[in-house]
Nanobody, 123 residues
Framework: EVQLRETGGGSAQSGGSLRLSCETS????????MGWFRQSPGKEREAIAV???????TYVDSVKGRFTISRENAGNTLYLQMDSLNPEDTAVYYC?????????????????WGQGTQVTVSS
């Protein structure tokens, strides 16, 4: 069974930092694209950062220059370094993956998902 599990969520002050990790088990070697997503109450889930095995990262405008996505361990572990946090970053954060070679900020393209971790930023 393929599983993704997010850790590292929690609370931070505005201007602070958090680092999210996404551990995988039953790793699907065909996963090409992995990414981070978030969902706030009453809003749709949005893709915020994606990265392919042999491709550079892509970010949504709202996190560019503040968040950094990276992969390690032959692509088995995914990270999201979040700096300069603000209250608008408060959400449940998810990691996800898919096998397509097209790695874009497209929620619908991702097939395997973690359960999510809460991030709360206070002013």
């Amino acid at each position: 069974e393929v599983q993704l599990r997010e850790t590292g969520g929690g609370s931070a002050q505005s201007g602070g930092s958090l680092r999210l990790s996404c551990e995988t088990s039953g790793y699907n070697y065909r996963w090409y694209c992995m990414g981070w997503f978030r969902q706030s109450p009453g809003k749709e889930r949005e893709a915020i950062a994606v990265i392919g095995i042999n491709a550079g990262p892509t970010y949504v405008d709202s996190v560019k220059g503040r968040f950094t996505i990276s992969r390690e361990n032959a692509g088995n572990t995914l990270y999201l370094q979040m700096d300069s946090l603000n209250p608008e970053d408060t959400a449940v954060y998810y990691c996800a993956a898919h096998v397509s070679l097209l790695c874009r900020l497209d929620v619908g393209a991702f097939t395997d998902w973690g359960q999510g971790t809460q991030v709360t930023v206070s002013s």
